[in-house]
Nanobody
Framework: QVQLVESGGGLVQAGGSLKLSCAAS????????LGWFRQAPGKEREFVAV????????YYADSVKGRFTISRDNAKNTVYLQLNSLKPEDTAVYYC????????????????WGQGTQVTVSS
């Protein structure tokens, strides 16, 4: 069982930055692939980024590539999402999620979800 708690969301102007954190419980954090997803008002939840267990390989949605950076600190049981050059269209509730599967590119792969943190980008 893994419990995930996100933090770091807030209101920021376009072009600004935020760093989201997701703290996890459990002793096998390093064995989970961790992902970030987001859901904008009136839209379906979408994949943002993933960092895989083992080799730490990362993968990003095209919409955030070059602006967002996912990272993990296994010693702190925490996964981060650095959001730079924010745009109004990045406004959404951001969720972290964990899966024992390696790939982690699909929402359906994930077993555990946090409660979400709101990111609002003003123009």
């Amino acid at each position: 069982q893994v419990q995930l708690v996100e933090s770091g969301g807030g209101l920021v102007q376009a072009g600004g930055s935020l760093k989201l954190s997701c703290a996890a419980s459990g002793r096998t954090f390093s064995m989970y692939t961790l992902g970030w997803f987001r859901q904008a008002p009136g839209k379906e939840r979408e994949f943002v980024a993933v960092v895989r267990w083992g080799n730490g390989m990362t993968y990003y949605a095209d919409s955030v590539k070059g602006r967002f950076t996912i990272s993990r600190d296994n010693a702190k049981n925490t996964v981060y999402l650095q959001l730079n050059s924010l745009k109004p269209e990045d406004t959404a509730v951001y969720y972290c999620a964990a899966t024992s599967k390696y790939w982690g590119g699909e929402e359906s792969e994930y077993d555990y979800w946090g409660q979400g943190t709101q990111v609002t980008v003003s123009s």
